[in-house]
């Protein structure tokens, strides 16, 4: 006797899993655009937003997620560049304006984004205390590699 096995359909636990890998791709993609927020997520997945919040039940909410991916973004751009002004580092990270930057850098790091430069600049001398190559003058210009 042949058994044909029959496709089960996908759990609702399966379909959330499936929905939330898929915002977690679309966040990644869209975070750096101020404009972006859970709504036009959730109308990119064809959900409502109440939906969209239950794929993510037990899990970091879409929200959630997006404020961190937006710091870790702010964050690599101070990393790259200490001396980025504020608000180019605001629209770059894909926040709406520089208080809400603060807001979160206060909540995730403990610190504004003054005293983050501040301790990126600290780190980078004790890394680095004896090479002169890379590092910067204080009028904030470009040293040139010797």
């Known amino acids: 006797m042949n058994s044909l ?8 636990h399966d ?4 929905r939330r890998e898929q915002a977690v791709t679309i966040i990644q993609q869209r975070a750096h655009d101020p404009s972006f927020g859970v709504a036009m997520l959730a109308d990119e ?11 993510f039940a037990g899990h970091v909410s879409p929200t959630e997620l997006l404020v961190r991916t937006r710091i870790a973004s702010a964050v690599a751009l101070m990393l790259v560049d200490p001396e980025i002004p504020v608000a180019d580092l605001t ?19 403990g610190m504004g984004a003054r005293e983050l430069r501040r301790a990126i600049r600290a780190h980078e001398t004790r890394a680095r205390p004896n090479d002169t190559t890379t590092s910067r003058p204080s009028d904030g210009s470009i040293a ?3």
Not at 15 to 18: E, F, I
Not at 91 to 109: K, N, Q
């Open 5 to 12: 096995t029959v496709p089960r359909a996908p759990s609702r």
């Open 15 to 18: 379909l959330a899993r499936q």
């Open 45 to 55: 997945l064809h959900l409502s937003i109440r939906q969209l919040y239950r794929c």
């Open 91 to 109: 629209v770059s990270a894909g926040f709406s304006d520089p208080s809400t930057l603060r807001c979160h850098l206060l909540r995730y790091t």
């Open 144 to 146: 040139s590699l010797r």
